[in-house]
């Protein structure tokens, strides 16, 4: 398995979650980390992203409540969901890109993902 998202599961609106993502080591060497998530209906969008540096990124939806760190030696990549809303409800994944082929044209393939469920 290339990649493995794990952590997700039901809870209420204001509650907090960890995800966790692991997999193949050479993946973990591309530049950027980033964690997708798409909802019933919905494409599938990046809502994170940390490059090897540790430099961060967040969609305008999730700034301020989640957050997004790694382990090289680990080849894993962590989101902290807080505050979450019923609207973060969605299949969680996450993938490996750089800057020439972009977040669009991820390096690994998506998994199962781990699915999070935000109840109101």
């Known amino acids: 398995v290339q990649l493995q998202a794990f952590g997700g599961g039901l809870v209420q609106a204001g509650g907090s979650l960890r995800l966790s993502c692991a997999g193949s080591?050479?993946?973990?060497?591309?530049?950027?980390m980033g964690w997708y998530r798409q909802a019933p209906g919905k494409q599938r969008e990046l809502v994170a992203d940390i490059t090897i540096g540790g430099r961060t990124n967040y969609a305008d939806s999730v700034r301020g409540r989640f957050a997004i760190s790694r382990d090289n030696a680990k080849n894993t990549v962590y989101l902290q969901m807080n505050s979450l809303k019923p609207e973060d409800t969605a299949v969680y994944y996450c993938n490996a890109f750089d800057s020439t082929m972009g977040s669009g044209s991820p390096y690994g393939s998506w998994g199962q993902g781990t699915l999070v469920t935000v109840s109101s």
């Open positions: 080591g050479w993946l973990f060497r591309i530049d950027t």
